[in-house]
């Protein structure tokens, strides 16, 4: 998938878009890539000597990948976006670093009352940076 259809999917922008293509998008599974430059506006001060990819960013970006994926079951949003509501059970496994290519794996687990159930996991390579467990729903932004 392009950066236009990722436009088109989800309202989020330079220099916060954390996606740079989708590899594959099915029913209920994304894979997305973003490959960090190192010369983001967050690793001048997180850490400067050692620059590193902060977490939270790195759930950002897997739930940015579920905004393109859920973008895919919502054929009238109304001009609502995707917003969380729940971030929970995140585990840091390793650190993402200037350079590095992270791949973003999200799948739909559950949807109840308009809630989205997602399951994210963060890789470097074939090591697992980040996983965690977490929900949105569609609103208005006001």
């Keep these: 998938m392009s950066l236009e259809q990722i436009h088109a999917a989800i309202p989020h922008r330079a220099p916060f878009l954390l996606l740079d293509e989708i590899i594959s998008c099915e029913d209920r599974h994304i894979v997305c890539r973003k490959t960090f430059a190192g010369d983001e506006f967050w690793f001048q001060g997180h850490y400067p000597g050692y620059p590193l990819m902060p977490g939270v960013l790195l759930c950002e970006a897997a739930m940015q990948a579920a905004a393109v994926l859920l973008s895919q079951h919502i054929t009238d949003s109304n001009g609502k976006v995707p917003v969380a ?49 977490f929900a949105c729903m569609m609103a208005s932004p006001q």
């Design 85 to 133: 509501t729940r971030l929970k059970d995140v585990r840091f496994r390793k650190m993402v670093r200037p350079g590095d290519t992270i791949d973003i794996e999200v799948e739909l687990k559950d949807v109840v009352s308009g809630a989205f159930f997602l399951h994210g996991r963060v890789t470097v390579g074939d090591q697992l940076a980040v996983r965690c467990e």
